[in-house]
């Protein structure tokens, strides 16, 4: 199994629209979350942290499920400037490394 | 001012040629990492090393060895190229060596061999 798994998409959504995607990861005992965006032929960006109780930067929303293993992104009133790969990161509890899943794509359409 | 620095941005090289890649962070960060990323899209670490210790992934083939002269570089050495190897090569940097806060990568070298 892989340590963190992702639909790969794509979502195609309107602007304006809301589209929400999960991943899963394997170890349950990881303690740090992240989304990640990666646009085309560039590198990684930090977009937010995920902590326990959830939580809103403004347009996106991150929800942590411990029990179900798995993280969500929520965006709401999608943009154009939104289109691109959301990488799920999750911390290896063997040696603090992150491990990073192969992302979900995102492509808001007008 | 680019917080993490690589270079090149692209490199094209024959089969069994040896080549390197640089990277620079100016965070003041004290951990740093390699990363390559595949056409399959999964980024898969490399290396990672912080002043203490160097820690080798070990699926890496040991035609792979990253040099550090010092905590703000950690250059790419590669030799005998192969065809598997073309990916693209991130560098990324961190405060401590927990992931904790996150990684801050640098823009990529886009390795071609042919």
């Known amino acids: 199994r892989k340590e963190v798994e992702q639909d790969p998409g794509p979502f195609n959504v309107p602007e304006g629209a809301t589209v929400a995607f999960n991943c899963t990861y394997s170890?349950?005992?990881?303690?740090?979350f992240f989304w990640y965006r990666q646009d085309c032929r560039k590198e990684p960006k930090l977009l937010m942290s995920?902590?326990?109780s959830g939580n809103e930067d403004g347009r996106f929303t991150a929800q942590l499920n411990r029990a179900s293993q798995y993280i969500s992104l929520l965006i709401r009133d999608s943009k154009l400037s939104d289109s691109a790969t959301y990488l799920c990161?999750?911390?290896?509890?063997?040696?603090?490394?992150?491990?990073f899943g192969a992302g979900t794509t995102v492509t808001v359409r007008a | 001012d680019t917080a993490v620095s690589q270079t090149p941005k692209y490199l094209v090289t024959q089969m069994g040629n040896d080549k390197s890649i640089k990277c620079e962070q100016n965070l003041g960060h004290d951990t740093m990492y390699w990363y390559k990323q595949d056409s399959k899209k999964f980024l898969k670490i490399m290396f990672s090393?912080?002043?203490?210790?160097?820690?080798i992934n070990e699926t890496v083939p040991n035609r792979f060895s990253p040099k550090s002269p010092d905590k703000a570089h950690l250059n790419l050495h590669i030799n005998s190229l192969e065809l598997g190897d073309s990916a693209v090569y991130f560098c990324?940097?961190?405060?401590?060596?927990?992931?904790?806060?996150?990684?801050?990568f640098g823009s990529g070298t886009r390795l071609t061999v042919v």
């Open positions: 990324a940097s961190s405060q401590g060596d927990t992931g904790v806060y996150g990684y801050t």
């Open positions: 995920v902590y326990s």
């Open positions: 090393y912080n002043n203490k210790e160097l820690i």
């Open positions: 990161v999750v911390n290896r509890p063997e040696d603090y490394k992150l491990s």
């Open positions: 170890n349950s005992a990881s303690q740090s």
